[in-house]
């Protein structure tokens, strides 16, 4: 499977960032990405982490711990594998610090059930993590796609993907962990490999920089402080030396979208949450879509999907949406349980609810 420009020199990604998707999964997730593909048309999706909840599996013995892993992955990567069926689109990922917080599945175990996946187009690259070890896990999942130019000849752009750990006991007190050395020296040989190829990256935790970038001002217009790691392993100014790396695209901090544009070095992203099963501001929760075209790479534009755009006022599916702004709805698993349960077509009770729901926007 090779990833290419489309005939008009287009390429388009859909990133999407912590689902926290539990083992029954969310139905109302589904359908939005599924309606995505059809009208989106991305050519890649990207899930940059804490793609699963990990909180049900850390109960209970380790063989239904692991079980319940395999079974939110698989929960996650149903609706790619069924977009990939209807449409031809592959789908990519790197892990979160939630993705293997609590069990004892690995973070390499954790790729490898991705990879089984019909839709995964991502590729194990053992030697990109080599020596990588987190607080409590070794790194994995670190690799690169190429996309060719819509003849498929020839390489024109390269996609990193970062896994940034989990944790890190480096500095002063425990915090969230980063891209490590080793990782970076892989970067560093690989990209000039590459001649320094146009590129964007993706990682779930973003660098520290982001501290030092924003001024009082723009703090001030985020909806929650950035989560970088507190200790500084040098990934940034890495990829700022070694050039090609347009922008970093990251997740993590749920209520955060933006678009920090840097002439010294790589646009810093953020994206916010596309699940329900973990805090987040309704309106805020989408996902992320980023166009390139191969007339000219050393630009990309983006912009933000968010449900509550996406589906119209009236329509039962905006309804639903209405679950999440209730207390009950916010309540971490609870918004995924209820969309699981009160939304399957039972008796035809999905449709009375929908005539419900117009006649009193009708009004």
């Given at each position: 499977m090779e990833l290419k420009c489309k005939q008009d020199g287009s390429f388009k990604i859909i990133q999407v960032s912590d689902l926290h998707e539990i083992v029954v999964g969310s139905a109302l997730t589904r359908d939005f990405l599924r309606g995505l593909a059809k009208t989106e048309r991305p050519d890649l999706f990207v899930l940059t982490g804490d793609n699963i909840s990990e909180r049900l599996p850390a109960f209970g013995r380790e063989r239904l711990r692991r079980r319940l892993i395999k079974r939110s992955i698989d929960a996650v990567m149903r609706v790619f594998d069924e977009i990939y069926r209807d449409h031809g689109i592959p789908v990519t990922m790197v892990l979160g610090n939630h993705d293997t917080e609590h069990s004892r599945v690995t973070r390499e175990e954790s790729f490898w059930m991705y990879a089984a996946h019909e839709s995964f187009i991502g590729v194990a690259m053992p030697e990109a993590d080599e020596g990588a070890m987190g607080a409590s896990s070794h790194h994995f999942g670190t690799h690169n796609l190429l996309v060719k130019d819509k003849t498929g000849a020839r390489p024109i752009f390269n996609l990193w993907m970062f896994d940034s750990g989990d944790y890190s006991n480096e500095g002063a007190a425990r915090s969230y962990d980063g891209v490590r050395p080793p990782q970076i020296e892989w970067f560093r040989a690989k990209n000039a490999a590459l001649d320094a190829l146009p590129s964007l990256a993706f990682q779930h935790i973003i660098v520290p920089e982001i501290l030092d970038f924003l001024t009082p001002e723009g703090m001030e217009g985020l909806n929650e402080a950035p989560c970088p790691g507190s200790?500084?392993?040098?990934?940034?100014?890495?990829?700022?030396?070694?050039?090609?790396?347009?922008?970093?695209?990251?997740?993590?901090?749920?209520?955060?979208?933006?678009?920090?544009?840097?002439?010294?070095?790589?646009?810093l992203v953020n994206t916010p949450t596309a699940g329900f099963g973990a805090y987040g501001k309704l309106p805020l929760r989408g996902v992320r879509v980023i166009e390139?075209?191969?007339?000219?790479?050393?630009?990309?534009?983006?912009?933000?999907?968010?449900?509550?755009?996406?589906?119209?006022?009236?329509?039962?599916?905006?309804?639903?949406?209405?679950?999440?702004?209730?207390?009950?709805?916010?309540?971490?698993?609870?918004?995924?349980?209820?969309?699981?349960?009160?939304?399957?077509?039972?008796?035809?009770?999905?449709?009375?609810?929908?005539?419900?729901?117009?006649?009193?926007?009708?009004?």
């Open positions: 200790f500084n392993y040098g990934q940034y100014a890495a990829m700022s030396e070694a050039g090609g790396v347009r922008a970093l695209f990251v997740g993590h901090d749920h209520e955060n979208s933006f678009q920090l544009l840097r002439d010294d070095g790589p646009d390139l075209n191969e007339k000219d790479l050393s630009v990309y534009g983006t912009h933000v999907v968010t449900y509550q755009e996406y589906y119209a006022p009236g329509a039962l599916r905006y309804a639903r949406l209405a679950l999440f702004e209730a207390p009950l709805g916010r309540t971490k698993l609870a918004a995924n349980i209820i969309d699981a349960i009160a939304f399957r077509p039972v008796l035809g009770m999905g449709k009375l609810f929908q005539n419900i729901i117009s006649k009193c926007h009708s009004k």
